[in-house]
Structure formats: structure tokens, C-alpha cells
């Protein structure tokens, strides 16, 4: 089964800030999701990444399939991108649960 | 397009109760997944549909739990004999395929006295 680890747990920072968000994870991977949860539960998916990066707006996601990490990053961070971002993996093949693993998901809050 | 919709939004019950949740993905999708998510927890792999069959339950699916798609459109989740233990936040979601964007409902908020 993949672990899968988020870092930070909690993250303040001020309006206009660079935001990372790191996601590692165990077990070789089939696709990546980035995901935002906003209060009341909705959940978003913001990428689905397998490789490389991509790229919407102020928000830009990379994987680096060898090291098992994936980074989320906001640019000139704004008060509505507080929410909780969590990552979740799909593991590669072998029969297994085709349901994503999540990790925990990280707290922002952008402070303005 | 209308999104993936779930009902109830809010289902308060007493312990030993059976409960119903419905949900309605994306009309083209083929996939639909449920979680389940705890108050400060990332969502837990309940079980997943391609079209009516239901390919795959997680071992946190115990016996008191059953999901059905019969027609590859909505599906149910029941849950018999409801346990404090089950309260949480049930999430459906869609996808066209394997390894394409979730489209996730707002979830069933339960809550088990």
C-alpha cells in the first residue's frame, strides 16, 4: 500500500507569498492528483500529473517520478486560495484497489 | 453538464438505523468512486464502479456496507446498522476513464448518535 506524506501539515503566509506544498509518496505511481478542499467539504481537482509539470494560472504542479515527490506551488498567493490541498496517488498496475491513496492535505491560509 | 451531485447533503441518524446516500455522477462518466473522509484526514478508498460493475471494495467496506450502480448511471451506498464510528463525510466522484481528472460531489455529511 503507498504512503503517502504531505508537507507542511500547516502553512500561513502573507498575500503575495510563493507557496510550495510537497507531496511524497512510497510506491511507484500510475498518476498523480492535486486536489483543493474548501470549508463544507467540496473537493476540486486542480492536476493529474503522471510526469513533467503543468501549469493553470498561479498554480503549477511537478512530479519527479524517480525520487516519488511532487511539489504544488501558488504563485502571488491571494486570500481565496486558503483551503486544504491534498495530494492522492493512483498505484501503477498489479491488480490493486484502483482508488487513490490520499495523504492528509495541507491547511493554507493567506493571511492579506 | 451539472457536475456530480449527492444527496442528502446532511444525514443525522441513531445508532442501529440503516442509511441511503445517492449519487449522480458526470452523465458520460463511466467510472464512480466513493470515499469516506474523518474530520482532519485526507478521503479513504471505499470502493469504485466501471459502468454497473463494482471492480474493486476496500477492506474498510465491512459486511453493514453495500454499494450498487445497476444501471452504470446513479449509485447507492448503504450502510446497515449504523455505528457512532460511521460518522464522516461520504464523497462520490467521477471520471471518463482510468487516470483522468475526479469530479468530485459535495459529499454526505453523517452523523451517527
Known amino acids: 500500500k503507498n504512503e503517502v506524506e504531505q508537507s507542511p501539515q500547516n502553512l500561513t503566509a502573507q498575500e503575495g507569498e510563493f507557496i510550495t506544498i510537497n507531496c511524497s509518496y512510497s510506491?511507484?505511481?500510475?498518476?498523480l492528483h492535486w486536489l483543493q478542499q474548501h470549508p463544507g467539504g467540496g473537493i476540486v481537482s486542480l492536476f493529474m500529473?503522471?510526469?513533467g509539470k503543468k501549469k493553470h494560472g498561479r498554480l503549477i504542479a511537478t512530479i519527479n517520478i524517480q525520487e516519488k515527490h511532487s511539489s504544488l506551488h501558488i504563485t502571488a498567493s491571494h486570500p481565496r486560495d486558503s483551503a486544504v490541498y491534498i495530494c492522492a496517488v493512483r498505484d501503477r498496475g498489479g491488480g490493486g484497489a484502483d482508488g487513490l491513496t490520499f495523504g492528509k492535505g495541507t491547511h493554507l491560509i493567506i493571511q492579506p | 453538464d451539472t457536475g456530480v451531485s449527492q444527496n442528502p447533503r446532511h444525514k443525522i441518524t441513531k445508532r442501529g438505523q440503516n442509511v441511503t446516500f445517492r449519487c449522480d455522477p458526470i452523465?458520460?462518466?463511466?467510472?464512480l468512486y466513493w470515499y469516506r473522509q474523518t474530520l482532519g484526514q485526507g478521503p479513504e478508498f471505499l470502493t469504485y464502479?466501471?459502468?454497473?460493475?463494482?471492480?474493486?471494495k476496500s477492506r474498510l467496506l465491512s459486511d453493514r456496507f453495500s454499494a450498487e450502480r445497476p444501471k452504470g448511471s446513479f449509485s447507492t451506498l448503504e450502510i446497515q446498522r449504523t455505528e457512532q464510528g460511521d460518522s464522516a463525510m461520504y464523497l462520490c466522484?467521477?471520471?471518463?476513464?482510468?487516470?483522468?481528472?475526479?469530479?468530485f460531489g459535495s459529499g454526505t455529511q453523517l452523523s451517527v448518535l
Open positions: 510506491v511507484g505511481i500510475s498518476a
Open positions: 464502479f466501471q459502468n454497473e460493475a463494482q471492480l474493486e
Open positions: 466522484a467521477s471520471s471518463p476513464a482510468t487516470n483522468e481528472k475526479l469530479f
Open positions: 500529473l503522471s510526469s
Open positions: 452523465s458520460e462518466h463511466n467510472r
